[in-house]
């Protein structure tokens, strides 16, 4: 009974945060049960919107992948939306250099670069923190700026459409990639690609990357104790390097998925890193997060976060109300369901070595 | 303890207050937007808008909203989203429901178009700023020859220039804002001033826009201008200091009432039109229409509160007529 | 170029770059209170963005600056007391609830915007006071010596909250339940109630900070911190935690901005560079940290929800 109840909280917490999106669509002199229609209607009503919200959620899972590896490290990865850049760009430049090789090459070709890509950008804060002692939410914060700006530099320059130079009108993207390089489609008329395939595979990867491998006991053995491990004879530093290597590397695999499946087969930028990701880098974590930090609770939990984005775009349209509502619900939700318990609850069962510290000093006290 | 516990859960109810109450502001006065009157339209079409930001962003999109409107014709918007797949299921969505012109308002959301135009050869797409309809028969382009504008703007510049220098304060080098950047450079270095470019890496980033036009003035600029979104933290700077502003997308006088001279508009419904008349024939797509000072969808609208000297409107006058004839070429 | 010229350049800059650093400084002090005491607040830019559009929108219906400011700080308080009671009673995991709070602000302060203001007018700015006899110093004065009033209590600031931190009894109870709760408790120190307290100051600053960067522009247009919150939020990192530091990284971050913008307009950095130079900031923060960085310890209780047994 009491856990029924726990489990209710949650829900609650929910619906007291729609209930809040629904004032505030009633003072904005929309129905709130017709926002609701279209939330859910766009999210979940048919197959080709359970389609398009997989295809959402599909980089938030590879990122809070990542981030849960990275977690279990203790290491803290703010750094996806950089890493989705690097991977993106690594694979586009593929792409472009190699255009014509077999779909069967090409396809495997661009993901290994997004990997790559992503591993890099991640590689590098992790060194800065295992030999340098730099902060990795600091490296990780500056570098999703560095990663911005070499984006525009390189898209507006060497990257650039040779056609928009030609025209004259120099819209900063890629000319469409190789056909050879695009993520199949699996369901036909439906936008949904190989890469939710991809991403699914990758959290069950994760998942086992950190309990059944000798290199997740590692991970797990430094994020737990850094002294401890040491004394075992585990390289701290290397180990620290390879979880940012391997949380980013799985943040740029979204990136090449990006391009080769959700958007298009080319990459453009508005400048920002949000206008390309769609901020998948900073939900992801929101996702990982609501998931406690386990990679197959991740991905229920991306899903769920993927049919609030698309949903809160039939929203917008079905109701004409502004992008912004959707954002500040989101934000609402984000807030009001982390504050339930059973969520504290999941996440405190995983927290690290304090956890278990606190709890032995609780058995002190008592 | 239990004193705590008390002033905790008060501390709760104050908050949960508070929050309402800040829901409750963002209520009051809310009925001033939106509505308005707006005159009869003459087409049964109708319209839908997908567009990249905010639909008062007193630019890019604005433009777009405006023109509608101006043709009489009320469309359901799908604003600020930038996020090629956000604006593919909004364009989707729109056709689905019907809406017989679907206006995909932003470069970048050319490729799901190319997808999702041939699904549905009853409604007509119209997508900018291109320059060609990727061989879609359902499918009108178009785009802004800014570069006129900016000609334009550039002699008025250098003509009022005093130091001989003037600023520019651009966002990232790529789309639009290049073609009124160089058009500027070209026309104020044909009226003799030396035209300093910054490029601040941000659409966005107004106080990156605001201490680069400061910068510009610092190394002698007393004439400043600049293209995006960002540029209003350099209005400011040119208000603040009494320096001459000239604005593009869209009249950007309210950002600056003093010091604004002149701003290049989008009148895009001068190629909607067209646009219109062509989907009322039967043709549903397959061309791209330009704007330019010539067919009237470029206007340069000066600002009455600024006292531009009669003999330097007359010159903009004439090179607008210069360019229309082609003696002179902004072309960059 | 004539020397004289150039210190008058030189001088322009660093002006330009302590007026660029001051919402970094403010908004990253508040958050070093913040997390001394052992919550992260990854919402700072959520505040700053909603304290924005308040401070903006009371000033353009009222134009007062010192409405706009008091606007701001009612906004800090609010959201001070949400984020507190979602951490500290609630329990609520830091990061993801910081996340939260951001979007609210982003998306909020952008919703009222479009429903209240509509186009970008400009509103009254914060107006510059020389100080006396300092801002006469010929060069050196103005770009030192002439500021807004709330860039000078930025820097004033710097030196209070060190000072708060280290020898008040206030701040010694921020730093124990920061480092350990459980030791504060059994001492009496009520670990809720020292971090509301921080949790309100943290946020009442990134209020301020918001505050000061919109009544220096001017004019706001929706999302316009583009992520300075969560820059200040990695000033912390850099500064180890301690407001001299902070400082440091604020100004070290505003100052390269300032350089390459002013190079920009001389053209002594190319165009097609432009975006290589605008990596700058964030590649010497990171350098700069790799050289000066000893091995700092954040404070150990960070992001740790206090259960007492």
Redesign the interface.
Known sequence: MRKLVAGAIPLLAALVAFLIGALMLVAIGASPWEGLKALVDGAFGDTNALAVTAVKATPLLLVGAGITIAFRASVINIGGEGQIVAGALLSTMVALLVPDLPAILLVPLVLIAGLIGGGIAGAIPGALKAYASVNEILSTIMLNLVMVQLMNYLLRGPLIDPLEVEAGTRIPQTERLSDNAALPTLIEGTRLHLGVVIALLAAVAAYVLLWRTPLGFRLRAVGHSPEAAKAAGIKVKQSTTAALAISGSLGGLAGAILVFGSEGQRMVTDGSSAGFTGSAGFNGIVAALFGGLHPLWTIPSSFLFGGLLTGATNLQRVLQVPAALAVALNGIVVVFVVSSGRVRERLEQFTSKRAELNAALKDGDS | MNNKRKSLSIMRLLALLLSLAMVAAACGGSDDAGGGSVAESDTDLTFAIVAPSASDDLAFTQSMVDAVKALGIEPQITDGTFVVEEAASAIRGYADDGVNVVIAHGTQYGASLAEIAPDFPDTTFIWGTATDTQGLDNVFAYYPEANEGGYVNGVMAAALTNSGVIGVVGPVEAGDAVAYVNGFAKGAEAGGAEVNITYTGSFGDVALASEAAQAHLTNNADVLTGSAQMVVGAVTVATGEGVPWFGTQANQTPMGPDVVVASQVYHWEVVLEQMIEEIEGGTLGGKAYAVTLENGGLEIEYNDGFDLPDDVKAKAEETIAGIIDGSIDAGV | MSEFLTL??IM??IA?GI??AT?YLIAALGETVGQRSGVLNLGVD?VMQLSAFFAYWTVLETQNLILGVLAALAVGL?MG??Y???TV?????Q???G??????????S???F???V?????IK?LQEYGIPFLSDIPQVGPALFEHNLLTYAAFLMVPIVAWVMRSTTFGMNVRAVGENP?AAD?LGV?V??TR?AAILIGNTMAAIAGAA?VL????F????T???G??A???V??GAWRPVGVMGGALLYGLV??TV??W????IIP??A??????A???L??IA??VL????R?P??LT??F?R?
Not at chain 3, 264 to 267: D, L
């Open positions: 008058t350049v322009a800059t330009s007026r660029l919402p959520g609010i007391l949400i507190a009671v979602v009673s609630f329990h609520a995991t990061g993801i609830s996340i939260g709070i951001f979007l609210f602000g982003l998306g909020f952008d919703l009222m479009q429903r209240q509509g186009t970008p007018r400009p700015q459980q059994s009520s809720a109630r509301y960067l220096q522009l001017g004019i247009q929706p999302n316009l583009q992520g300075l969560f820059i939020i990695a000033l990192y850099f901005n300032a913008l002013q920009k307009a001389q053209g165009r097609s432009s975006d290589i130079a605008a990596m900031p964030a590649v923060t990171i940290l790799v960085a000893g091995r700092v954040p150990s209780a740790r929800p259960t047994h």
